[in-house]
């Protein structure tokens, strides 16, 4: 029987630490020395503790310093330069013999995916008869570490722990290299990496970062642009998915609501309540009148008819109110509080002046011409709109420009209140090809004006979210990468158009996966137009150092493609991470007053315009040629035709499925 090694996993993170659920590094590399370890190890279950210098030292003496001590400590998190950044500190103290081949070995690996591996600060070697090395924070960049050395690591445990050199040794370098399943003449003992989509962003010291549970093998990856066009792909690495299950991909990666206090202003339209909003007071705070007319005394019926004397006056201003007695009356003009000790009030219409004060300028004396003035007619109650401590807005309710939201805030006098974040947008356009739709002169060969970028900064703004304008960039790796990482920092979600083909010069999926360490969660969708349509996510450590998640939209550079994935793709996220319940276009079912073909692969969305007709019924008829290209094909289309898959047309009168992307006009059958 064989010995197993003994490893122990020791996390290192203050999140983690307390909400250990949110640890996602731990359980993955518990699986990789499972799946890749050669049935080698026999792994403890991870340990977590913050981001402190004695917490951490504390874990490595207990774990190295006494009879029972594990062959392999690897730890994850705090390798990288944020402040609270300190496990090379922690570790590097303890070690009796450092081993900068392994290290060298990490980063060699790291290096091949992004130049910023530079920015991690591992550390290895031995202590007593224990090897420890520290891996980044992030799940992808711990387990591309760990699987970059993993094949060797037996070997140096053995001798760590003082087995015999010569016999460890016995049969040379070529024995060790097959025991170790790795080749002098292959890079994959150094680095595993080069033929798999295993990719990290090094974000060292967080772990709630989303990974594929497929084996790397499996994975698709995108092409290295340092190979050139003779090793790109001829055919794309993704699997072509259903809309439907892209559009659930998209939902499961997108953020959760993110709840703020907010000035309860204009610009509050379009937000999504994170509350119940509770009235802080009566609406109306007094008895007040609903009509203009005269407040009176009934203290029994039929016992209004008569001549009475106009004692005083109450406008709606607001201010002190005389008590009126019995056997008088008080003008009062719509919304005023009623006096003290009416009852109800007459309308002016019931009256008639009867005498006017000596200078004739006022009221003397007014007849009331009916008795059925009954107690309390005419007169709005304290609370009969809104009751003090009343639910008058719920959780998830949206605020619109029409629905009377906002005004029903101020009117119970919350001056702020807790809504969802909604999200900054940048638009970014790519390709070499792309000019400003408004650059002077006429286009050089080859040259595309920019039409994406203003129709899609337009759409987006229009459904009330903050746009930022990211500009066009070039077809250079480093260009891209740069405007990339820089609008990390400013926006939450990024919409890029054009680079997710399979041309050498795409480069839209290589930066995401290979430079930013994101995760493409799909890269085509069996839909047409938009099938390269690509979404990814990126993790991202922000200002105050705690971990994030920004998404990634790289739509098709063709006009009608982008604009329909937009709505199709973009817009269910943007309302998701907003707190919408609705999520989505509505769709409606409309008549065809034209015969229209599907396409036999894939699911098509034809650009349609839909009306309202006499029939009582929605007609639609499509915009003309539908070629993705064909920006002329937007042009008055405020719906989309869902055309399902499959040879066949379907004719004039048919019913079928419409998503509305704009109102509804009418039209006459």
Known sequence: MV???????????????????????????????????????????????????????????????????????????GTGFAQKDHTPEAIGPLIDKHAPGLVHAMLAASMQITPFAMMSRPVAGV???????????????????????????????????????????????????????????????VNHCHDHSHTHSHRHGGHDVPRAHTKPADRPMSNDPQAGPTRRYRESPYPMLPVELATELILKHTPLPKPYQATVVVNLVGSVLAEDVTAGEAVPAFRASIVDGYAII????????????????????????????????????????????????????????????????????????????????????????????????????????????????????????????????????????????????????????????????????????????????SDTPGALETTLRSALRTVDVIITTGGVSMGELDLLKPTIERSLGGTIHFGRVAMKPGKPTTFATVPFKNNAGDDDTRLIFSLPGNPASAVVTLHLFVLPSLLAASGEKEQGLPKVVVVLDEDVRCDEK??????????????????????????????????????????????????????????????????SV
């Open 127 to 189: 202590r007593k008869n224990t090897l420890i090395v520290t891996l980044p924070g992030s799940p992808k960049g711990a387990t591309e570490n760990l699987q970059s050395i993993l094949k060797l690591l037996p070997h140096a445990c053995l001798q760590a722990a003082g087995g015999d050199s010569r016999s460890l040794h016995s049969g040379g370098v070529k024995k060790l290299e097959d025991e170790a399943g790795v080749s002098s003449k292959s890079p994959e003992a």
């Open 298 to 473: 009934v203290t029994k019926p039929k016992d209004s008819k008569g001549v009475f004397p106009v004692s005083s006056v109450s406008h709606a201003a607001p201010g002190e109110v005389e008590s009126l007695q019995a056997g008088r009356v008080a003008r009062i003009t719509t919304g005023a509080p009623l006096p003290p000790g009416a009852t109800s009030v007459v309308m002016v219409e019931d009256t008639i002046l009867r005498s006017m004060t000596e200078d004739g300028q006022e009221e003397n004396e007014i007849e009331v011409l009916t008795n059925d003035i009954e107690p309390n007619e005419n007169v709005r109650e304290v609370g009969s709109d809104v009751r003090a401590g009343e639910i008058v807005l719920r959780k998830g309710d949206k605020i619109t420009a029409v629905g009377g939201e906002l005004g029903l805030l101020a009117s119970v006098g919350r001056a702020e209140v807790k809504v969802y974040k909604k999200s900054v947008v940048g638009i970014l356009s790519t390709g070499d090809e792309i000019i400003s739709h408004s650059r002077p002169g006429p286009l050089r060969l080859g040259e595309v004006r920019d039409s994406n970028r203003p129709t899609i900064m337009a759409a987006v703004k229009s459904w009330g979210y903050e746009v930022v304008d990211l500009g066009i960039a």
């Open 3 to 77: 010995n197993l090694l003994r490893a122990a996993i020791l996390i290192i993170s203050d999140t983690a630490s307390a909400a250990p659920a949110s640890d996602k590094a731990g359980p993955l590399l518990a699986k990789i020395f499972v799946e890749d370890g050669n049935k080698a190890w026999d792994v403890e279950k991870p340990c977590i503790v913050p981001d402190d210098v004695s917490r951490i030292q504390d874990v490595i003496h207990d774990w190295c310093d006494n009879a029972q001590y594990f062959n392999l400590v690897v730890t994850s998190g």
């Open 602 to 667: 894939r699911a098509e969305y034809q650009r349609a315009t839909v009306s309202a007709s006499n029939d009582g019924l929605l007609h639609a008829v499509t915009t003309g040629g539908q070629r993705s290209s064909r920006i002329g094909s937007l042009k008055a289309a405020n719906a989309l035709l869902c055309l399902p898959a499959g040879a066949g047309v379907v004719r004039v009168g048919e019913k079928m499925a419409a998503l509305l992307m704009g109102q509804i006009g009418s039209g």
